[in-house]
């Protein structure tokens, strides 16, 4: 198979053949028809997550068809189409028998903790627990989105962050995160308040029905002003602020821009080495906010996001912006450095240069 591999953290990564994968007994083999190109894909790459060894080949929300099943797989066989969550469970832990399977004790992360989706084909394991059917309806660029950021967003708007129609949500960071945060919300009757540094991505907020807009400018206070506009636009303080981001000027902004007994949840990754953000915990404490995590969606739980797609109300295709093939992989996922590009952007392993779809949307 090709596969796009890097040899050190923050080496440029190259195409490259690789011996194609073998499914376990347990698993399957996926022919990855597309797969999206993400901020947490950029982290691995510049050595943020401890569970990388290299060479790794990264890449963990992607669509496909079945190559290959072991002897052990009940529920699926060659041919069918499948997502997959990012996070892949055992199903045996504490969490996974308690439904939990996004938080499993013993997961597995492909892209991190094993080789991932920039490839033509992936290794899943647990097929039978992890494997998602994708409707036929629904295009693998799509169906890309879903096993990251477009399920992560759900979760983390309607499930961690409980949010309800007539609310106030700000939105903080609208990439691929944000921006499907935002269309979740709105699709619940909320009204949101979009945030990022680029008019870009805030003016595809505005299209996705966002109801105002924060132009955040860098520099020092850039937290307290940010959360004073937020406040300012709701009237007191979002009931529901979203961390799309991962930093410490949008959490600090987040949670100072919640009204009293409002929810902050932290979606952004905030890794370690770029410093552990300060949580104001005085503000915390005396308005008595909450502050609550979000990691992804287990794989029983997107029969709903699934329907409410099906239905119409969630449109996670207009979040798509761009389609490369996988030779241009190595440039996109570089470029991340200077910041990340609104919109959705999928690695097509099948596109080549010359063929029309490349670079254009879906």
Same mark, same amino acid.
């Given at each position: 198979?090709? +596969?796009?591999?890097?040899? =050190? ?10 011996? /194609?994968?073998?499914?376990? +007994? ?8 597309? #797969?999206?190109?993400?901020?947490? /894909? ?25 190559? *290959? @099943? ?18 892949? *469970? ?12 996004? &938080? ?16 033509? %084909? ?16 629904? =295009?693998?660029? #799509? ?8 399920? #992560? ?5 309607? =499930? ?8 106030? @949500? ?15 919300? &709105? ?9 990022? @540094? ?8 505005? /299209? ?17 002003? @940010?959360?004073?506009?937020?406040? =300012?636009? #709701? ?29 902050? &949840? ?19 404490? +005396?308005?008595?906010?909450? &502050? ?33 093939? %996988? ?36």
């Amino acid at each position: 198979m090709r +596969a796009l591999r890097f040899d =050190s953290f923050g080496g440029r990564p190259y195409v490259h053949d690789e011996p /194609d994968p073998v499914a376990a +007994a347990d698993g399957a083999v996926i022919r990855v028809e597309a #797969t999206g190109l993400c901020r947490s /894909d950029w982290h691995g790459w510049q050595g943020h997550d401890p569970d990388i060894a290299l060479p790794h080949v990264p890449g963990h929300e992607f669509a496909g068809v079945v190559d *290959a @099943v072991g002897s052990a797989v009940l529920r699926f066989q060659p041919g069918d189409r499948v997502t997959v969550p990012f996070v892949c *469970a055992c199903g045996r832990c504490g969490p996974c028998l308690a439904g939990d399977q996004q &938080v499993c004790d013993d997961q597995v992360q492909p892209g991190f903790t094993q080789w991932g989706s920039f490839a033509d %084909l992936v290794r899943i394991d647990r097929a039978d627990l992890n494997l998602i059917a994708v409707p036929d309806a629904m =295009s693998s660029v #799509t169906a890309a989105a879903l096993g990251c950021r477009f399920a #992560t967003a759900y979760r983390a708007v309607r =499930s961690q962050g409980d949010v309800r129609p007539g609310q106030w @949500v700000a939105v903080l960071g609208c990439g691929g995160v944000g921006l499907s945060a935002v269309m979740i919300a &709105v699709a619940a009757g909320a009204q949101v308040v979009a945030v990022d @540094v680029v008019p870009e991505a805030l003016r595809l907020a505005r /299209d996705l029905g966002a109801a105002a807009e924060v132009a955040a400018l860098p520099g020092p206070g850039a937290a307290e002003r @940010v959360a004073a506009e937020i406040r =300012s636009i #709701t009237g007191g303080g979002a009931h529901l602020g979203i961390d799309a981001l991962g930093s410490a000027d949008t959490c600090l902004a987040s949670i100072l821009g919640l009204r009293k007994r409002g929810r902050h &949840v932290q979606v952004g990754l905030l890794p370690p080495q770029n410093g552990r953000p300060a949580v104001p915990m005085d503000q915390v404490v +005396a308005r008595e906010l909450e &502050v609550v995590g979000s990691h992804g969606m287990a794989a029983h739980a997107y029969p709903a996001m699934l329907a409410e797609i099906a239905s119409g109300l969630l449109r996670p295709d207009r979040l798509v912006t761009r389609t490369i093939g %996988l030779d241009d992989a190595a440039d996109a996922l570089i470029a991340l450095s200077a910041g990340t590009e609104p919109g959705v952007t999928v690695i097509v392993p099948g596109l080549h240069r010359q063929d029309p779809l490349h670079q254009g949307a879906p």
